[in-house]
């Protein structure tokens, strides 16, 4: 809670302990201070971003109306009680007070937790234009590729700095309104301003640092470069260079460092449901069988393709180019503010990571940057299909939200087989999927898509299981943490493991494995003929540079 929740839940609740004892000294007084102290601490709330106190002014308001009404029955019966309880009038104005505590506990403000590495974490935002590039998506004709990226990083001493919020003032009016305005309510999301991040802007860099693993993270279609802070502190205390960009008109609203705000293409959301062929993707994610999957994933991109869908053929072009400038950016001619951090850090060998939409392009990165060390996809799908029947040419980890809610959402019971991975047919040749031992598939069991990102320690638990899975929010995050550290110490770092078995038994059941080893006896049982003319299919919705199969 921030102080006027506090001051706003005392003025309330004054109010009902006045109502119900009737012989409070100066009670009229006292009830009518404490109504229009809850109006005004409400008010101040809801202009301070905490739209969540509306609700206790509201209240607040309706108690002095109900005051109002009483003195005046009382005047014109010319009556006035002091005896006995206001049962009922008093048990609503009980449930008063219940709705805005129930209100503001359901939206809470908390510090996002500690990160458990060693070091102090820094951070730094900049912005990198790339002047070979104008007028990409809704950017003036002449105007270049603008991005803003965000570097979480170990720091040194951080001694007199406030932690930043996860939001700044400018994020507050332009992202995260945005972010609302998908959702039909501009400042849902603005209340996160008060939430503070275990990050220090603009900390020293850690003294003596030197070749520091490095990763770079995209984040999902429509949303934010900051939507997995957690994820990134966490790596930051553990010693790597974490870098995010926002992928400006295809993310919220991009507020840039001099102030400059990029909006996100109004008719985003809508343009990209309407380039969805939902039969096809419900098969592909629900098909009870190895034959409707594939299927359906066939059809889904030749659909995407066919229709010239903005996800699946410009965004990903220029997702692709946003990443490799931001790379090259860093290696060649890094800004000055964060050029000592771009030289301690090992940037011919990356972590290559992302959510939804994100973690497909940062599959694609690996599987054409020799830069790429390892790739991880945070729950997302495989635009532009590269992997698709494919190797990936380094060690991968496909980490799922739970399958079970895809299912629910495609009206699909789950498969007989169990759960499936929606990139079972990716990230390894089908004809020997499941065989390669640094190629993982798992899954956080009771979280949903949203899930896989900070969201779920900003809300309640009503809310949290509605939008975000039924799993608790310490599960849901410290599972993406550890899964994803674990995966990179082992396969970045060269750290011996028998990675994911800790992680499995940290979380006693939470955390499950997809198997994939049914798809090859499956597939290299079909006729030459008609496993010849998959592949051909699959060939054909490929993008040109990607690997053919045969």
């Known amino acids: 809670m921030i102080l006027t929740d506090i001051l706003l839940i005392a003025a309330l609740a004054i109010f009902v302990l006045a109502w119900w004892i009737r012989r409070t000294p100066a009670r009229r007084i006292v009830l009518v201070a404490s109504a229009i102290a809850a109006i005004v601490i409400g008010v101040a709330g809801y202009l301070d971003d905490r739209w969540q106190d509306a609700g206790g002014a509201f209240v607040g308001a309706v108690f002095l109306l109900g005051l109002g009404g009483v003195v005046l029955k009382n005047r014109i019966t010319r009556t006035d009680r002091t005896g006995g309880l206001p049962w009922f009038s008093g048990i609503f104005m009980i449930i008063g007070l219940i709705a805005t505590i129930a209100l503001i506990r359901e939206f809470p403000i908390n510090p996002l937790p500690k990160p458990s590495g060693q070091y102090a974490v820094g951070v730094r935002t900049f912005e990198i234009d790339d002047v070979s590039r104008h007028g990409v998506f809704e950017a003036k004709l002449g105007e270049p590729r603008r991005l803003l990226v965000r570097v979480w990083y170990p720091a040194g001493d951080v001694a007199g700095r406030q932690p930043a919020p996860y939001f700044n003032n400018a994020e507050t009016r332009s992202t995260a309104t945005s972010l609302g305005s998908i959702v039909g309510f501009p400042p849902f999301f603005t209340y996160i301003r008060h939430v503070r991040t275990n990050s220090y802007a603009d900390a020293p860099l850690l003294r003596g640092a030197a070749n520091l693993p490095v990763v770079i993270y995209s984040h999902g279609y429509t949303s934010y470069l900051s939507q997995n802070t957690v994820l990134m502190e966490e790596l930051a205390s553990h010693g790597y260079i974490a870098y995010s960009i926002q992928h400006t008109y295809d993310s919220a609203d991009t507020a840039f460092p001099n102030g400059d705000v990029a909006p996100m293409d109004t008719h985003l959301t809508e343009t990209t449901a309407n380039e969805t062929d939902r039969p096809s993707q419900a098969d592909a994610l629900g098909g009870d069988t190895l034959d409707k999957r594939l299927e359906g994933l066939l059809v889904f991109q030749e659909f995407a393709l066919k229709s010239g869908s903005r996800i699946a053929t410009k965004s990903t072009k220029v997702w692709m180019a946003d990443r490799k400038f ?225």
């Open 326 to 550: 931001l790379h090259d950016t860093l290696q060649t001619a890094p800004p000055e503010s964060v050029a000592e951090i771009a030289r301690a850090g090992n940037l011919a060998k990356v972590g290559e990571l992302g959510m939804s939409f994100g973690g497909a392009i940062a599959g694609e990165v690996c599987m054409r940057d020799p830069r790429c060390a390892v790739g991880v996809n945070m729950d997302g799908g495989n635009f532009p299909f590269s992997a698709v029947n494919a190797d990936a040419p380094v060690p991968f980890l496909m980490l799922h939200s739970d399958p079970a809610y895809l299912y629910r959402e495609m009206e699909r019971p789950i498969p007989a087989t169990g759960p499936r991975s929606f990139n079972e047919f990716s990230y390894e040749r089908i004809a020997s999927a499941g065989a390669r031992p640094d190629v993982y598939r798992l899954s956080i069991k009771n979280t949903q898509h949203l899930g896989i990102s900070d969201s779920s320690l900003f809300v309640g638990d009503t809310v949290k299981s509605v939008l975000f899975g039924d799993a608790s929010a310490a599960n849901m995050v410290g599972a993406q943490n550890d899964l994803i550290l674990g995966f990179l110490d082992k396969h970045l770092r060269g750290q011996p493991s028998d990675y994911p078995a800790k992680e499995l038994a940290k979380y006693n059941g939470a955390i499950v494995a997809i198997p994939a080893n049914d798809v090859a006896p499956w597939w290299n049982a079909k006729p030459e003929a008609e496993r010849t003319a998959l592949e051909a299919r699959i060939n054909a919705a490929k993008p040109a540079h990607a690997p053919q199969t045969n």
